[in-house]
C-alpha cells in the first residue's frame, strides 16, 4: 500500500519539460563543439600541402610575384632535360658527334703561326675540311663553347705547364691558338726549346708551357730520342731531374701513353745508367706503367701543395692505325677517312684498358687530387682527324707519291684546327 499524498510516478513517461531541457543542453554542446573544431582548423594543426608530381608544374601560388614564379618554372628540367654543365654530375664521355656547317674554327694553321707542321693538314695539302666542323655533345649536359677572354682571365698572373708527350704538345699548341688571336702581336712572345717551351701572354702576366716528358720518368731516349724501341731503357724511379722544372706552377696538365706503347715488354731499370743496359728487367708494359706512374704520383703528393697548384692528367690519346676495328678490312689505318665512327661507344685496339685501369687506381690512391681530362672515349670515334698522309716524316713533308701510301699515315697525331681543340674546351670547362 502507497501511503496518502505521494505522488505516484509512471515508469516509461519523461515530462514535456525535461525533453525540453534535454534538447537545449544538446543542441548548446554541438555548436560549442563546432566553434571548437573550427578554431583548431584554423590554427593549422591539420593543414596539408600535395606532393608535386615529378615532371609536373606545381599550383602557381596566389601572389604579387606571379610573373616571377612563372618564368623560374619555364627554367626548369621538366622543358629540357639537359643542364649546365657540371664536372661533378656530366659523363663527358657518354654523347655523340654532331656535324654543324655553321661552325667555324676561331683560327687556321695559316693564322696561328704556332702549329708544328706535323699537325698542320690543310697547310699541307689536305683538301676536305669536314673534320673541323664536328662539335662534341655530351647526353647529359651542355659542354660550354671555348671562351678565349675567359681562359686568359683564369690564367691571369699564373703558369699553365703540360707535361708529356708528342700529343701533349698536340693539345698545348691547340690551346694557344684558341688564346693567342685575341692578344696583340706585342704583347705575346714564344720561346721554343729542345724539352721546355713557353708562351707568354705578357698583358696577363700568364704563360702556357710544355715540358717534353714523354714517360714522365726519366729515360735514356727522352732527350737524345733511339729510334730502334727495343734499345729504350726507362728509369722507372726516377723523375726529379725532370720535375724539378715542374714546381711553382699554378694549373699542372700531365699525360704518358703512347710512348709506352712500343711493344708488349718494357726494359725498366733501377739506379744509374752507368752500366748501360746491364741491370734492367723486363716487364709487361701495364706492370712497367704502374712501377712509373706511382713514382710520378709519389712526387706529386710530395711536393704539389693543391692549395697553390691544380693537377690534371689527360687520359690517353686512342690511336688508329688497324682499320679492321671500325669496320674497313683493307688494313688502310686511319688513311681517306673522312668520319668520325658513328657506333656507339666504338672502343678499338689502339686504346688499351690495362693502362687506363692503372691510372685509375693509382689516382685514386694519392692525396692530391687530380682531375681527369677525359678524352678517350669522343677520341676514339675520330678516325677522320688525324695528320694521315698530310705531314712530315724525318723532317720532311710527305711527296705526292708518299701521300699514295696508306702505311705512310700517321694515325697517331692530330690535325689543328681539330679534335685536340674539343680536349680544350672541356679543360677549359672543368677550371
Not at 111 to 132: A, L, M, V
Not at 189 to 195: D, T
Not at 241 to 267: P, Q
Amino acid at each position: 500500500m502507497i501511503p496518502s499524498g505521494i505522488m505516484k510516478v509512471h515508469r516509461g513517461k519523461m515530462p514535456f519539460s525535461i525533453i525540453i531541457i534535454t534538447i537545449c543542453v544538446l543542441v548548446f554542446i554541438v555548436v560549442l563543439y563546432a566553434e571548437r573544431l573550427s578554431f583548431i582548423s584554423s590554427n593549422s594543426i591539420f593543414k596539408f600541402k600535395p606532393c608535386p608530381r615529378k615532371n609536373t608544374k606545381p599550383n602557381k601560388p596566389k601572389s604579387t610575384g606571379d610573373k616571377k614564379v612563372d618564368e623560374e618554372i619555364v627554367n626548369t628540367t621538366w622543358i629540357d632535360d639537359r643542364f649546365e654543365f657540371d664536372s661533378e654530375e656530366c659523363n663527358i664521355a657518354n654523347g655523340k658527334w654532331v656535324f654543324n656547317q655553321s661552325i667555324k674554327p676561331i683560327y687556321t694553321d695559316i693564322t696561328c703561326p704556332y702549329i708544328d707542321r706535323q699537325f698542320s693538314c690543310i697547310k699541307n695539302g689536305r683538301n676536305d675540311s669536314d673534320y673541323q666542323h664536328w662539335e662534341w655533345q655530351p647526353e647529359d649536359c651542355t659542354l660550354p663553347s671555348f671562351n678565349p677572354m675567359l681562359a686568359l682571365k683564369k690564367l691571369q698572373g699564373k703558369r699553365l705547364l703540360f707535361v708529356g708527350d708528342s700529343l701533349q704538345r698536340n693539345q698545348w699548341e691547340s690551346f694557344i691558338c684558341l688564346v693567342e688571336w685575341i692578344i696583340p702581336e706585342k704583347k705575346k712572345s714564344m720561346h721554343r726549346g729542345l724539352v721546355h717551351s713557353v708562351f707568354k701572354a705578357k698583358e696577363y702576366n700568364a704563360t702556357i708551357e710544355f715540358y717534353w716528358a714523354p714517360y714522365l720518368v726519366e729515360s735514356n731516349t727522352d732527350i737524345k730520342i733511339i729510334g730502334d724501341t727495343k734499345k729504350r731503357i726507362i728509369k722507372v724511379d726516377a723523375i726529379k731531374e725532370r720535375a724539378t722544372n715542374w714546381t711553382g706552377v699554378d694549373i699542372l696538365v700531365f699525360n704518358t701513353y703512347v710512348w709506352w706503347m712500343s711493344g708488349a715488354r718494357i726494359k725498366s731499370l733501377w739506379g744509374s745508367f752507368a752500366n748501360g743496359q746491364e741491370g734492367y728487367e723486363e716487364f709487361d708494359t701495364p706492370v712497367a706503367y704502374k712501377l712509373a706512374l706511382k713514382t710520378w704520383a709519389n712526387w706529386v703528393d710530395s711536393t704539389i701543395n693543391p692549395n697553390k697548384t691544380r693537377v690534371f692528367f689527360t687520359t690517353m690519346s686512342p690511336t688508329h692505325t688497324r682499320s679492321q676495328d671500325w669496320g674497313n678490312m683493307k688494313d688502310e689505318k686511319c688513311f681517306n677517312e673522312t668520319k668520325p665512327v658513328r657506333k656507339k661507344k666504338h672502343w678499338g685496339t689502339g686504346s688499351d684498358k690495362r693502362i687506363m685501369s692503372v691510372v685509375a687506381k693509382v689516382v685514386k690512391k694519392m692525396k692530391v687530387p687530380v682531375t681527369f681530362i677525359n678524352i678517350t672515349q669522343i677520341s676514339e670515334y675520330r678516325i677522320d682527324g688525324h695528320s694521315s698522309v698530310y705531314t712530315e716524316n724525318g723532317g720532311k713533308l710527305l711527296s705526292e707519291e708518299e701521300r699514295t701510301n696508306p702505311q705512310n699515315a700517321d694515325c697517331i697525331h692530330w690535325c689543328l684546327p681539330g679534335v685536340p681543340d674539343t680536349w680544350n674546351q672541356i679543360f677549359l670547362a672543368l677550371l
